[in-house]
Structures are given as structure tokens and as C-alpha cells.
């Protein structure tokens, strides 16, 4: 193999992996370019037991009106309407309980079955 030879392919080899690295980085670009935008993000907690009911939500909205509702015995507690933002809470002791997240009018998410 002579000097040229060496240099040629040595030359072509740079070419080759300079090419890769500019078509991965564009590639890149373009992924961002199109990415899908932000979901919305729901947390939620629903637990009801014999001395607490509790039913919390924080969203970041875009997936409806929410409230919370928790009861225990006699003693109920509703969370204000919102598409972002809802918790209820009581505490004492009772045999009958339980705790509810509406979506839309309609029972989302439930401690009791």
C-alpha cells in the first residue's frame, strides 16, 4: 500500500464520520422540531378509613372540571370546582366512610368500591 493510498482512506474515513455526526445532529433538530406537545399532568390521592376521608387533586388542567368530596359518617367535605386544584378532608371515626374525585359530573376515582 503506498503513502497516497493510506491518506486517501484516512481522508474518506474523516469524511464519512464527519457526514454521520452532522446527519445525527440534524436528525436531532428535527426530533425537537416536531416534538408532541406537553401532556396534561394528573396527581390525585383518594383514601377513606374508619377516622379519615380524604380526596386531593392537583392537574395541570385540560382534562375537565374536578371536586373532591370525602365523608365520614355524617360529617361531608367538598373541595371547590376546578380544572386545577381540589381537596377535601375530614377526620373523627365512623364505620361509614369514603372519598370521591368528580370529573365532569361524574365519579372519577373512588376510595370504596
Known amino acids: 500500500m503506498t503513502v497516497g493510498t493510506a491518506s486517501q482512506a484516512r481522508t474518506k474515513r474523516r469524511k464519512r464520520l464527519a457526514m454521520s455526526a452532522a446527519a445525527g445532529v440534524m436528525a436531532a433538530g428535527l426530533a425537537v422540531a416536531v416534538a408532541a406537545p ?30 373532591a368530596e370525602a365523608f365520614l359518617g355524617y360529617d361531608h367535605a367538598f373541595g371547590p370546582r376546578s380544572q386545577y386544584n ?26 370504596q368500591n
Do not use: C, P
Open 38 to 67: 406537553a401532556q396534561a399532568t394528573t396527581v390525585y390521592n383518594v383514601t377513606s378509613n374508619w377516622w379519615q376521608a380524604y380526596a386531593g387533586l392537583t392537574s395541570t388542567g385540560g382534562e375537565g372540571v374536578f371536586q
Open 86 to 111: 381540589t381537596q377535601a378532608e375530614v377526620n373523627g371515626f365512623n364505620f361509614t366512610h369514603n372519598a370521591y374525585i368528580w370529573r365532569d359530573g361524574a365519579i372519577w376515582k373512588r376510595a
